[in-house]
């Protein structure tokens, strides 16, 4: 059997896909990982550690790409990093959008949650921050226009990603236009057009 803290994290993640992440209650999260409810807290002081956690540890991961980029930007083509950058930020929204959509069916519960995320130092902005940070990064190398937008430029790419998700749900039952790689390249050589 797994260690506690990863059926923990197994479970709020299965059943926040499933039934979301405002209508599940730590109870029923600790009876799914096959705990009791003060082992969970024994990890977790919060729903929305743990909800942190979910998003660190079980959707692909778009901040340790972003954060990498900004430091050192590597070989490939600002293209190419844009490209990943998509890519990773469409299978990321896709993923957490059908989890933290229920939370915007009740305005206390999102005031709490946005309180907890405040408080915790993260947020849905730090992406946008990070691209935004390795944009400027590219645009002091001169591989970017000078005079270009960056926040806007991050603001519209992650944007875009997050859309996606939103306007394909699975539950609409209509696909995409195209698939996440054919998007995610896309999108990157559209967005790169006006910053270069």
């Not at 999260?29 to 540890?57: H, M, N, P, T």
């Not at 190398?141 to 699975?170: I, N, P």
Request: net charge neutral.
């Amino acid at each position: 059997m797994k260690p506690a803290r990863e059926r923990i994290l197994d479970a709020a993640h299965e059943l926040w896909l499933t039934v979301g992440l405002a209508r599940t209650t730590t109870k029923e999260i600790a009876k799914a990982a096959q705990c009791s409810e003060a082992a969970l807290y024994k990890y977790y002081g919060s729903k929305e550690q743990l909800f942190v956690d979910v998003l660190r540890e079980r959707l692909p991961r778009l901040a340790p790409l972003l954060h990498g980029l900004t430091a050192a930007p590597g070989d490939r083509t600002v293209q190419e990093n844009l490209t990943e950058v998509a890519r990773r930020a469409t299978l990321f929204y896709a993923e957490s959008f059908p989890i933290a959509a229920s939370l915007y069916a009740e305005t206390r519960l999102k005031a709490r949650h946005d309180a907890a995320m405040r408080d915790l130092g993260t947020g849905p902005h730090l992406p946008v921050e990070a691209l935004d940070a390795y944009l400027r990064t590219e645009r002091d190398a001169g591989r970017v226009r000078a005079d270009a937008d960056t926040f806007a430029a991050a603001s519209l790419l992650l944007g875009a990603c997050a859309h996606r998700a939103f306007a394909y749900d699975a539950k609409v039952g209509k696909e995409p236009p195209q698939d996440v790689d054919a998007f995610a390249a896309s999108l990157a050589r559209t967005l790169l057009a006006g910053l270069s």
